[in-house]
């Protein structure tokens, strides 16, 4: 089963606009929620990450937006650009847990139209 | 400072053939993992490393063997190779810990089996 749910699968955004992808996850238990991004032909490498004792981390123009009680989380891209064109992967995984293994999402593919 | 190297970059395998992914990190990190990517489902682990010496299975194990003799070198083998095998085959390491989150991808292996 998916335990963490990622949508949408591809985004169609304007230069300047906002791109915001969604996640939801199952376990409670889930304690650290990071995001990576992957350019075509590359390797997905992390972007932000959040943990749950915080709402919101800002870095640039990416933030997070954690809401624990609804179980979500969401990417949010300021002045989106052509540059940011890329697969975007949200992920998640537990404390303590053996091998500190990673629950990802299906994964959104980004396109920003200049 | 090369990071997660992998080899090979693509490869063509005829049903039924066997090969051995290579990968290879200079970070001296003790944990190892193994995914493959294919369209609309994410990354999914196929088996990990926690150190030299130690494997275990990750969410779809069947059909590959690993093994980690070095700490530095983790292998990923097909005995016997088959199409639903054909996909993207991402290696990464991290240091466990919290604080020490981020894993490191490498750049990939692309296989089709024929």
């Known amino acids: 089963q998916q335990q963490v749910k990622q949508s949408p699968q591809s985004l169609i955004v304007q230069k300047g606009g906002i791109s915001i992808i969604n996640c939801a996850y199952e376990?409670?238990?889930?304690?650290?929620f990071p995001w990576y991004q992957q350019f075509p032909g590359k390797g997905p490498a992390l972007l932000i990450a959040?943990?749950?004792?915080?709402s919101e981390k800002k870095e640039g123009r990416f933030t997070i937006s954690f809401n624990k009680s609804a179980k979500q989380f969401s990417l949010h891209i300021m002045d989106s650009q052509p540059g940011d064109s890329a697969t975007y992967f949200c992920?998640?995984?537990?404390?303590?847990?053996?091998?500190?293994?990673?629950?990802f999402g299906a994964g959104t593919i980004l396109r920003v139209k200049s | 400072n090369a990071g997660v190297t992998q080899t090979p970059k693509f490869r063509v395998l005829k049903t039924g053939q066997s090969m051995t992914l290579l990968c290879a990190q200079d970070?001296?990190?003790?944990?190892m993992y193994w995914y493959r990517q294919d369209p609309g489902m994410g990354l999914r682990l196929i088996h990990y490393?926690?150190?030299?010496?130690?494997?275990a299975k990750g969410e779809v194990p069947d059909g590959y063997n690993v093994s980690r003799l070095k700490k530095q070198n983790f292998l990923l083998g097909l005995e016997s190779a088959a199409p639903s095998q054909t996909s993207v085959y991402f290696c990464?390491?991290?240091?466990?810990?919290?604080?020490?989150?981020?894993?490191?991808f490498g750049p990939g292996t692309r296989l089709t089996v024929l």
């Open positions: 990464a390491s991290r240091q466990p810990g919290r604080g020490t989150d981020t894993q490191y």
């Open positions: 376990n409670t238990a889930f304690d650290y």
């Open positions: 959040i943990r749950p004792d915080v």
């Open positions: 992920a998640a995984s537990r404390p303590m847990e053996y091998g500190n293994k990673l629950v």
């Open positions: 970070m001296n990190h003790e944990y």
């Open positions: 490393s926690v150190g030299e010496g130690t494997t």
